[in-house]
């Protein structure tokens, strides 16, 4: 059977670009920027972008239209002792989808909630208390909640819908839901910076703090943020880039997909931090008192927000719809890609039918998402994505980099990359490659690690952190027992020295 191929290059793109824009977009980079320099941080921000973020995503784009390969295949195709990253890479992406639903689950009652701005004047007291109805502490799991259950099953029969049709339906998907959100987040912003006091707010985020760029952990942070940002090391460029015809441009894409993240990013900070300037002066608290990042920005911080926002309930009902829309649309191109990763990866190896992978997937992230959709899931959802997101993504980069740049060879993946490219890359995509990424990313990870011995995470009772560990430490176990698996395809382990374009 032949290999599926997006309908046009905007379709690649977008899927790229949709993927890269995701939640974190809205609730991490404004937070990011914010407490590691202001406008300061752009420096690292784009010197990261520029010397890793570009290059590892040009390579994942290589590898993945090279070889015409998923993750697992690809490193395959490089080296018979890798392929287990590659499942790394999938099975971890594939975790992250059971609780990146249930915090869709979580936007979709939050469109409902919006109507009439449910949250009054106590957003906190309503998300912890009336929504999650939290419990004390990640041994206490309680019962399930409902509405977010029903929101969860919402969100994977969308996720198979978008994806039912492979690359067919994925780019009818993306062309409304990669625009969408972006035009909301420019009307959130006007909105925004009319409001009184949005300058203070945006000072916070722009007024640079040089002194920062002295502290190795800004720069940490920057490399960080681009990493998770460009969604590299969960397979998911890799499989967008397969379904290119061989032949097809890379350079020129990765820069577009690169660039319009960021663009996403900067446009929600300013968002973000305009709606903070205003509501700060509305309390009549310093805004510092008001920021925050990741979940209590979505749910707690920015309805409160809302509910300051002058013209009464009708205007703040559309806003708040605008926001959880814009939210949703965001993150549901990133919730679906790593399926398709994940989805990839099964069909290269095991030849599964799609549609039945599909079901079974989307019933199985189902079932383990309940976990999150209990009265305790918050706390195990943060605890899982501390391990998947942060450890997981920068083990795997580290192993991946080292494949590509060294094993493979960076020189041969550039000559590719030049040979079907407008733009030529020079022999500074090698050392990033074998040496900027691998050597940055170690280094981030020993900082974590090394934070993580002074500070567990989150202060959560240690058997809880423990759970978190095994779960991280049980996926590269799959992960070769899944390489170990004989493929039922033949050609599957044929190892490929060069990128070559004869069987076209
Ligand atoms: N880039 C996404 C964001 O900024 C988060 C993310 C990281 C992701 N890795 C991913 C999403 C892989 C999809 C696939 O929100």
């Known amino acids: 059977m032949a290999r599926q191929k997006w309908g046009s290059r905007w379709a690649f793109v977008l899927a790229a670009i949709g993927s890269a824009a995701g939640l974190g977009n809205a609730w991490r980079f404004p937070y990011m920027a914010y407490s590691n320099g202001g406008g300061a941080f752009y420096i690292p921000y784009f010197v990261a972008l520029f010397i890793a973020g570009i290059p590892i995503l040009m390579a994942e784009f290589g590898v993945g239209q090279g070889f015409q390969a998923s993750a697992p295949k690809a490193m395959r195709k490089i080296s018979k002792g890798a392929e287990f990253i590659g499942w790394w890479a999938v099975i971890t992406g594939a975790i992250i989808t059971f609780y990146y639903n249930v915090i869709m689950a979580w936007i979709f009652n939050y469109l409902y909630h919006s109507l009439g701005v449910a949250w009054k004047n106590d957003p906190k007291g309503f998300f912890f208390g009336d929504f999650l109805k939290l419990t004390d502490g990640p041994g206490q799991l309680g019962g399930l909640r409902w509405p977010i259950v029903i929101g969860l099953f919402i969100a994977w029969l969308w996720v198979y819908l978008i994806l039912r049709k492979g690359t067919e339906s994925v780019g009818k998907t993306v062309m409304w839901t990669v625009p969408l959100p972006i035009i909301l987040l420019l009307i959130l912003g006007i909105r925004g910076i009319t409001l009184p006091g949005a300058a203070t707010g945006l000072n916070f985020l722009f007024e640079p703090n040089f002194a920062k760029l002295a502290d190795p952990r800004v720069w940490a942070n920057a490399f960080g943020q681009i990493f998770f940002s460009l969604s590299v090391a969960f397979g ?3 499989a967008y880039g397969s379904y290119n015809d061989k032949k097809n441009d890379i350079a020129n894409n990765t820069i577009i997909t690169a660039l319009g993240n960021s663009a996403t990013s900067f446009l929600a900070g300013i968002a973000v931090f ?31 927000a809302i509910s300051l926002i002058p013209g009464g309930p009708i205007v703040q009902s559309i806003i708040g719809l605008a926001f959880f829309v814009m939210l949703l649309t965001l993150g549901i191109d990133s919730a679906f890609s790593l399926v398709e990763a994940a989805e990839a990866a099964a069909g290269d190896k095991f030849k599964i039918n799609m549609k039945s992978f599909l079901i079974g997937f989307s019933i199985v992230g189902f079932i383990f998402g ?30 991946e980099s080292i494949v590509i740049g060294w094993i493979f060879g960076a020189k041969k ?31 981030i990870l020993a900082l974590n690690i090394a934070d993580e011995i002074k500070n567990p ?37 044929v190892v490929e020295k060069e990128i070559t374009f004869e069987e076209e």
């Open 236 to 238: 998911v460029m890799i």
């Open 413 to 443: 993946l550039r000559d590719y990359i030049n040979s079907v490219s407008e733009i030529k890359i020079g022999s500074w995509f090698d050392i990033s490659l074998k040496y900027v990424i691998p050597i940055v990313l170690i280094f």
């Open 457 to 493: 995470y989150g202060g959560y009772p240690g058997w809880s952190l423990a759970i978190g560990f095994l779960v991280f430490i049980l996926v590269p176990i799959l992960a070769v027992i899944f390489a170990k698996i004989p493929s039922k395809d033949e050609k599957y382990d």
């Open 274 to 304: 305009s709606v903070l300037g205003y509501m700060a002066q509305q309390t009549n608290v310093p805004v510092d008192e008001v920021v925050s990042g990741g979940v209590g920005l979505a749910f707690v911080v920015y309805p409160q």
């Open 370 to 399: 309940l976990i999150f959709a209990t009265q305790g899931g918050l706390y195990w959802l943060d605890i899982i994505d501390h391990f998947m997101g942060t450890y997981a993504l920068l083990v795997v980069g580290i192993l």
